[in-house]
């Protein structure tokens, strides 16, 4: 007899009876409503289905009785389910039992992933008698297997090295970017531990460390990590526990920092010294000389002005200028002490900073005169410059940064004006540097209260759609007789007097109603944003005041946004911060502006809670500007980037300098080229016009596949054009190193082919420069001239991808070609893959949170409505008089302590019929009818009440009436 271990036997071998078959059919049929039964007999033929089967197909039992198993309508939609079920009825003949996936058809024409069961029942005779199948939906398992394989996959194209670490530091799991952060295989790394490869933990540490994330749940640090070379590494690391299934372990995920430090000393450099001379440029010079004021020692500032360099960018061109330039800071800096500073404040201007006594200043003025004007020779070119002096000094002329530079440009002014190649010392104007300023202040205390003061709004544009996303508020005075009073004149005497305080509020105030109108008006959403003062920024109740203005005229508070500087911030860091990030937390946005020439460095900028860094107007470059220019702009760009901050360009005065944004990613801009301020009423017609920039000049954007080709000789680049046009490439020729950077400053550029000897910069030196600007580039060198070791340390070092012989083979140049334009494509996938994965890290990591503490809030609420029913008990346990509680299904669920007492009941009685547990006298009150009865020796009047809200059912209740004999 066959093996009976999955079977089933009845009491009859032939045919169940009408008692058991009807249980069974009764069992089948309560299932569920996504588990399929039925009966066959032994032939496979079904004699019954339960109702979810049924409905699945939509069928009556009519139709599918009687039936082949195998040819009823579950089975139609998969031919390998049918010869699995065909498999499994041979078998069941045999007494064997089957199981296996299948796919069951629907009435909706859809398929259902189930898992099947087939079992051989017999009976007494020991005979299969009948075969039960069964099948339960395993949709929602097969999903949630596929979903897994596709997070398996994502963490293992992730560009972060990603971790799984146990509670003994033992690595348990990595992925394929781990591996090569360490130089290891992965079955090398996973016999390391935590202690192994982390420079700042040992096993005596490890235990502490995880004793600490297990308390904290997840841990953020920096480190370094040993390569399996010996070199160390800077990384940051990201800790969570998880835990799952009763195990815990850890998931790190270590982000290499060599690039990013290597970029923040480069922008660190390019925003604190002046690329051309290698003085320390604005910045730095406001910082130096604050720091030297602060000593309180008498200090000499002169600034030194070129008189008419001008004419010789014009007539020599500004390559002779920057040379120029440079021999210039050169001899300024030669006869200064080493306790002096030398500083390029932009263009033909430089400063130095002298601390000593004031009349070594008039000296050291008149000898970099002579200095100056010794000849100097650039080339064939003899020139003869001139240049002009202003001297002011400290504490006598101001003891503040600016002040002390602005009255010495006031005294090089005055040197100007005497003739230039002259020396001229600050001496202050009666009563104030500005007689006007006076007049200036009391007309803008009128102005504040005779509305004087209106807004205008500039367009700021997103420079991947094109359209207008937001404004920013500007401040402007029309006065009745002075006229147009610019911003500068008016705004730093608000500042000093305090009327920014009023001004400011008025400022908010009308910002949030304009922008709460255009929402009403159903116009294209977009940010009104106001920049706040340093006064404003300190007031306690800044966030609280700008939420009440949005709550009051419905402004959304995404629609709002702030913008303060990088100088405001720096003097009481703290408090801002908390400002900032109360308004965050409304939604409002805020935004760094005139990034680029404040003071705080860019560990401050990591700590800032921003959402917009504002480039400043003077690091917008344009198409025409040197590579250096547009790597500053594009290394702020991507460092914001990294940040998870967008990047605003202000300032933006042409469609270069719009394209060259738009090329490196810069998020939006705003400037002259687009719009000016202009009145409320002007921007609701641009916004219902749908103006916006041209798509055309965004095109840079789309992925089409470009290509430099750079040769000195004209002949192969066209060449080359005729090779390659059929291709359907967006081709770019340079016949120079130069020419190329300027294209590639221009456009995004996905492959680079190069010549090696060229004039000025070889090939290798050229795409050495491209791979430090343009990472992402694939480079190629073609070229008859070998030159083997600086090609192959070229190679070595990453700059050049690969390195192709003159003469070439045309279908082999397109082969090698194509083949780069795929190696960008899948780098470009990869990134975009790694970002769609932390984005996706980022959102489960916030649902998570968010379930923590719905959870949490559930527990509360549940230990409460607990508490709440053991008081209730108590309280009615203490009432005086019989209660009794019957639910809507008509169950006694609740009887006081005096009701059991009275009726000798006990406790195990409730949960049954109230009609069959109480005395039979009691039953009519229950119809909400009050009647007197007599219990124990007493009246007593019964009376019931409907229960409402979360409770159902009624309450009965019995009242002793007086004068009752026992």
Known sequence: MPQRDAALTMLEAGALSAGPERALREVLDRLGPSVFAGLLDADGVLRYANQAALQAIGAAPEEVLGQRFETTPWWQACELSQRRLQQALARASRGEASRFDVRVATRRGTTLSMDFSLLPLYGPDGRIAWLIPSACDVSDRERAQRQLRLTRHAVEQANDALFQVGPDGAFRDANAAACRLLGLTREQLLRLRVPDIDTQVDDTQWPQRWREMCERGSLRFETSLRHHQGHEIPVDVSVSLVTSDGETFAHVCVDDLRDRRAAEQRIQRLLQFDELTGLPNRQRLFELLAATLQTGAETAVLVLELDRFKRINDGLGLHIGDAVLREVAQRIATPLRSTDLVARRGGDEFVVVMPSPSGAAMDVAQALLDTVARPITIGSHEIHLTCSVGIARSPA???????????????????????????????????DDDPQRLALETALRQASRDEQLELHYQPQVDLVQGRIVGVEALLRWQHPTLGHVAPDRFIPIAEETGLIVPIGDWVLRRAVEQAAAWQRAGLPPLRMAVNLSARQLLQQDLARRIEGLLAASGLDPRRFGVEVTESMLITNFDQAVQHLRALRALGVEVSLDDFGTGYSSLSYLRRLPVDVVKIDRSLVPDVTAPAEDVSITRA?????????????????????????????????????????AQSAAAVETMLREGRRVDPALLGRRSRERTLLLVDDEENIVAALRRLLRAEGWRLLSATSAEQALELMARHEVDVILSDQRMPGLTGVELLRRARQLYRETIRLVLSGYTELQSITDAINEGAIYKFLAKPWDDEQLRSHLREAFGLKEMADQNRRLDREVQAANRELAELNRRLQTLLSAQREQNEREVGSREAAQELLDAVPVPVFGIDDQGLLVFANAPAQALFGLDGSLLGGPADEHLPQSLRPALDGEPLMQMHAGRRWWAMSRPLSGSARGRLLVLLPQAGASK
């Open 397 to 431: 002329d101001g003891d503040r940064a600016e002040t002390l530079l602005r009255h010495a440009n006031a005294a090089l002014e005055q040197a100007k004006r005497l003739g230039r190649n002259q020396v001229s010392v600050y001496t202050r104007a009666p009563h």
């Open 636 to 676: 702020i760009i991507t460092m914001a980037h990294q940040l998870q901050m967008k990047v605003l360009a202000e300032g933006v005065e042409s469609e270069g300098q719009a394209a060259l944004l738009a090329a490196n990613q810069c998020d939006q801009m705003q400037g002259w080229w687009f719009s000016a």
